[in-house]
């Protein structure tokens, strides 16, 4: 299975995985909900050309790590003196603090593409960060955005136990509709929404742990409720936006948009 995967991933994004078997690509095309979940691995991100990535809320740098072995010039970002120590002694380039942190030339139409995975949630103006990563982005850059779906079916089966709430950290949860609106009104010309595939077992069985320290035992009974309700949710996921655990959106930069705080 491994050589399998290592073979999809490096004919989706260009890694050079040694392990690979050239039968990856075929499998996986036929088997969309893991097809879907690679996809998402890579964060939909095309061959690189050697472009420049920033990876805002990088955490331990396992991603800007990755974004490497798939040609980007990577570095990450992130106020989290735990996540920079850990990134450090791995020597993966990192920035201490926020956007405002990075050196002043990396600010304006630097990056090629910029990356958030569950970080628009804990910002308190997420429409200005929108704005602020359109601006840093060259010509035809490239915004991928991952975030907890307030519509998803886990969200209205555990009610409050479900675990993406994540009360207080998590400051804003946007609709779908209502993040693909924010990215257009930021400047960004092509929004898309990526479909998630297989996705949810670790996050039903935390929402039904959650729900078991609070005394919810009917949503935390079975393991097979949980199991059941993953393979449903991971089936409409394959299938539809709507219903997925994570809202993703592919924003892009024209070639010919202006940069406004640097024109």
């Given at each position: ?98 956007i405002d942190d990075l050196a002043i030339e990396k ?67 946007p609709s779908i509709d209502v993040l693909k609106s ?82």
């Open positions: 299975m491994t050589s399998l995967i290592d073979g999809y991933l490096n004919y989706r994004f260009g890694m050079r995985r040694a392990s690979a078997s050239r039968w990856g690509r075929l499998v996986f095309s036929m088997i969309p909900p893991l097809r879907l979940k690679l996809d998402y691995f890579g964060r939909h991100l095309v061959r690189s050309s050697g472009g420049r990535l920033l990876d805002v809320g990088c955490g331990n740098g396992d991603f800007v790590a990755l974004a490497h072995t798939m040609g980007w010039e990577a570095e990450g970002v992130d106020p989290d003196h735990a996540a920079i120590d850990a990134c450090r002694e791995r020597g993966i380039a990192v920035t201490h603090g926020f600010r304006f139409s630097y990056w090629n593409a910029i990356t958030m995975s569950h970080s628009l949630e804990h910002v308190p103006d997420p429409r200005g960060m929108l704005c602020r990563m359109f601006d840093m982005l060259t010509p035809g850059g490239t915004l991928w955005i991952a975030l907890p779906n307030p519509a998803a079916i886990g969200a209205r089966f555990y009610g409050l136990n479900w675990e993406s709430y994540d009360v207080p950290r998590h400051l804003c949860l924010a990215c257009r009104e930021a400047g960004f010309d092509i929004v898309e929404v990526r479909r998630r595939g297989a996705h949810t077992g670790r996050l039903y069985r935390r929402s039904a742990e959650i729900a078991r320290t609070r005394g919810g035992r009917w949503l935390s009974a079975s393991s097979s409720i949980a199991g059941l309700l993953s393979l449903l949710t991971d089936t409409l996921a394959t299938l539809s936006v709507r219903y997925a655990e994570e809202n993703v959106v592919v924003a892009r930069k024209s070639n010919n948009a202006i940069t406004r705080n640097s024109a």
